[in-house]
């Protein structure tokens, strides 16, 4: 016999599943926060297993579509998804109670397994999704109750047997907890970074020993539309797969080094800034995925400790000073792991294990407390943000998170180079255009930049001053432009003669080549 008083209509229903999803991620964000372990945040671990588990060619279609915003894309397509399940459940759920508690279990069941197997993840990361299960179950049973309750309102209606219910009572306690849980879950995610936001504002980062040289005249021609040559940190490009910055706590922070041929050595925050090597140098920064013409390029004044004295420090040596490790292994507080050449960064360039950035400590988004950036080496085989672990290896031991995904174990830069100003697509005034933009080649320097005007011949530009080898150099050409729609195409060539090559190449595996060509209309 159906029991009536104990059913609810299927939009009731669709409401009290949403609801009860939305104070269920509440709770467990705030769980997480209570427990001091942000990265057990169930909307987080199941993201992150989402952004590993996909597969490579969508996530290139994901940061090619949505560029740095492909992060929050992630989080509004998984919240669609959640949102029409939950309510689809709901509905059902009013009809066949055992549904709703399914729905439940099949939904803690991923949140667990996503919350265990994230690199970092221990036993208490269950303790969230547990919490968020348990209080999905009680509000959905108490908002079905509440629209199943009352007195029938509509008799004599044909539809299926639809007991009326007090719709003002489910209304205002449906609308109470949703409210609640938005509260709820805003003030966990606020106060998941306010210990590591005290730890950084607290910082002063001392004097380096070994001060960059002031930038030389005229490194930065100063023209509208060009980039800065130093690149402001809030407008320094990021990429990284933390869905979450991670918001380390440099007070309880560590930085352990080990491994073949390795002593091992344990550095805290304090350790680092006390050093009598603190060293500031000029490092262009660029990254692998950055397509010809992109902006995935910044360029930052950075202070740090040299990372060949930390490796000398723990007896390690060069492969071509017979060292046995070839392969510099470091990972994150987030998980991810970067896998750089021993070689490279003990041949005597400026590698640096960075805590500073423009003079600030580094901000969260780019990897404080400290990180790495080793001129001429793409970031993803060198640049690793929220370093934890330093890790002596071989190639041949370890691949590094994004070579089974099909990128190049070694990834040094390709000389690159791009127009800034115009812009692609513009419309410009007839007579004397500055045409102008940077060029890079990491660690080797630029020799010379050349522009084409619609297929003719290359005429060198102007180069700025370079302030060294291992940053970019802006330069500018004088054209004179004719009325009409027109091509620019500019080319770099670097200091061991290396001229950029024409053939378009894709980001992966290596990186692109190409030269950056754009069209504008003059008038
Ligand atoms: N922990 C961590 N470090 C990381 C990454 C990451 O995903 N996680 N991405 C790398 C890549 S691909 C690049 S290009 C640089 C970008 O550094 P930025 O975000 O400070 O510009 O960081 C590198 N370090
Ligand atoms: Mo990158």
Known sequence: MLDTTRTTGPVPGAIAGLVATAAALAAAEAVSVLLSRPGASLVLAVGDTVVDLTPLPLKQFAVDTFGTADKFALFVGMGAVLAVMAAVLGAIAGRRRWIGHTGIAVFATVGLAAALTR??????????????????AAVLLWLMR?????????????????????????????????AASAGVGTTARSFAGSAAELSRSDITLPRPAFPAAP?????????????????????????DTALSVPRVDAAAWSLRIHGLGARERVYTFADLLARSDLTERDITLACVSNPVGGDYVGNARWIGVPLAALLEEAGVRSPRDGGRADQLVSRSEDGMTIGT??????????????????????????GFPARMVVPGLYGYVSACKWIVDIELTTFDAFDAYWVPRGWSAHGPVKTQSRIDTPRGNSTVGAGRVAVAGVAW????????????????????????????????????????????????????????????????????????????TIEVTVV
């Open 146 to 178: 509440t629209a199943a309750s009352g007195p029938t309102e509509q008799a004599g209606d044909d539809s299926p047997p639809q007991p009326g219910f007090d719709r003002r009572r489910f209304a205002l306690v449906a609308g109470a907890v949703a």
């Open 215 to 239: 930038l030389p005249d005229g490194v930065d021609l100063e023209i509208d539309g060009l980039a800065p040559f130093l690149t402001p940190n809030e407008d320094f490009y990021r990429i």
């Open 341 to 366: 050449p021993v070689a490279d960064v003990m041949d005597g360039r400026d590698a640096l294990l960075a805590v500073g950035m423009n003079g600030r400590p580094l901000p969260h988004e780019h």
């Open 441 to 516: 080649a990491q660690h080797t320097g630029i020799d010379q930049v050349e522009i084409r005007v619609d297929g003719g011949d290359w005429q060198p530009v102007t180069l700025a001053a370079e302030d060294t080898a291992d940053t970019w150099r802006q330069w500018v050409f004088d054209w004179v432009a004719e009325p009409g729609d027109h091509e620019l195409t500019v080319r770099a060539t670097d200091r061991r003669s290396r001229t950029q090559t024409a053939d378009p190449a894709p980001p992966a595996p290596d990186g692109a080549t190409g030269h950056h």
């Open 119 to 136: 690199p970092d993840s221990g036993a208490l990361d269950v303790v969230p999704t547990l919490v968020g299960a348990a209080v999905c």
